[in-house]
């Protein structure tokens, strides 16, 4: 039988991010930076760190599986309401949602897909 390993990660504001590919392309008007900080090959379950870029805009768009944002840095905009550091957000699955950056500065926060990631555009 294999044992799991714990996932742990001591700093995650020191952490390299990297530029995803064409899914993000689709939702947002510049590059963001991302870092998959865990998969769960059995559920599909994806966490990541996100930065957002100073005033990123985000389409309106929906995900198959839920999920939970906590911000670590900045000030994001989900559905029109701005949180900062220490704030939690949770979307549920197939609900159409936005979140971006304000003007204000990058965004730092840790995303929580709670199944496989996947992205679709929603017409507005």
Do not use: W
């Amino acid at each position: 039988m294999s044992e799991k390993a714990a996932t742990i990660v001591g700093e995650l504001r020191s952490l390299e991010l990297r530029e995803p590919g064409a899914a993000a392309a689709a939702v947002y008007d510049q590059p963001i930076g991302l870092r998959l900080l865990y998969e769960d090959p059995v559920s599909g379950e994806e966490h990541y760190l996100v930065r957002y870029p100073r005033g990123l805009k985000g389409r309106l768009h929906r995900h198959t599986a839920a999920h939970t944002i906590v911000v670590l840095e900045g000030q994001l905009e989900a559905n029109g309401e701005v949180i900062g550091p220490g704030s939690y957000a949770h979307f549920p699955a197939g609900e159409p949602m936005r979140h971006q950056a304000t003007e204000d500065g990058p965004c730092l926060f840790v995303l929580l897909f709670h199944g496989a990631f996947d992205v679709e555009a929603v017409d507005e």
